[in-house]
């Protein structure tokens, strides 16, 4: 409601994400005794540190500051308080390169995360991991976007809003088969009980957290290292500037690793 009450336009996945930015504040407010209506920049700042403690990248912090700053922002449209404790915090600059964040997850890595899952959750890792799928494309697939016949399944509302054919192999078809037929969406859920799920389910296959797009990360180096042109990577994962497909030919070149270990 305080979201809806400032005025903003904000989409439905978005409101879903600065939602849970505003519940992880609260619960920080709460253990670090944090009077919301008083609330320092001071305060803003250690949150924030907090959340990039934790692990968040950069674009995830950014979505947090988002959350927070409207829901401060709806508070003073109420006239509940002045303060503005996130008005001048920013997230500290990501000093890695774009090929070293978020690397992908190795081949095993996403096979031991299969053999630990249960049937709706494979389904949701090789929709990121063999499809290509951005969570929030792969949390929203219908029984209707999939074409068996034609081996593709179509994402309705991509990146930008962008419709897009994904062609698609027998091991994420079986795994679509094996869910139950519904008239919502084939995974459903939220994306932060999708995060919780993945989280679990890495601790009990012994895999290191590295997020859903290291899924879809792992979806393109595969295709580079198997021989697929740039054209055919950027196709298959919906990136409209075909340079963006040159970060999945670093993380599959192994030829300098070979190189260096003959010295």
């Not at 009077?35 to 001071?42: E, F, I, K, Y």
């Not at 305060?43 to 927070?68: C, H, I, K, N, Y």
């Not at 989280?199 to 296959?205: E, H, T, Y």
Request: hydrophobic content about 40%.
């Amino acid at each position: 409601m305080l979201f809806r009450s400032s005025g903003t336009a904000i989409s439905p996945r978005t409101l879903k994400a600065y939602r849970w930015a505003v519940n992880r504040y609260l619960t920080y407010a709460s253990t670090q005794a944090v009077n919301l209506l008083r609330a320092s920049s001071s305060d803003g700042v250690r949150f924030v540190r907090t959340v990039e403690a934790a692990g968040l990248s950069a674009s995830s912090t950014r979505v947090q500051l988002a959350g927070v700053r409207l829901f401060y922002a709806a508070l003073r449209w109420a006239d509940a308080t002045q303060a503005a404790p996130f008005n001048d915090v920013k997230p500290v600059r990501e000093k890695t390169a774009a090929w070293d964040k978020r690397s992908p997850y190795t081949h095993d890595e996403v096979q031991a995360l299969l053999e630990h899952a249960d049937a709706r959750m494979q389904a949701l890792i090789l929709l990121c991991a063999h499809g290509g799928l951005r969570i929030s494309e792969a949390l929203a697939v219908r029984r209707a976007d999939i074409n068996l016949d034609g081996r593709e399944l179509t994402v309705r509302h991509g990146k930008g809003g962008k419709q897009r054919r994904v062609v698609i192999g027998e091991t994420l078809i079986r795994a679509l088969n094996r869910l139950p037929e519904q008239s919502g969406s084939l995974i459903g859920g939220s994306y932060p009980a999708a995060i919780e799920r993945l989280r679990r389910l890495c601790l009990r296959a012994g895999v290191a957290y590295r997020g859903y797009h290291a899924l879809r990360h792992y979806a393109g180096t595969r295709l580079t290292r198997e021989g697929s042109s740039l054209d055919d990577v950027a196709r298959h994962l919906g990136h409209s500037v075909l340079e963006t497909a040159r970060i999945y030919a670093k993380w599959s070149d192994d030829s300098l690793r070979r190189r260096v270990g003959q010295w």
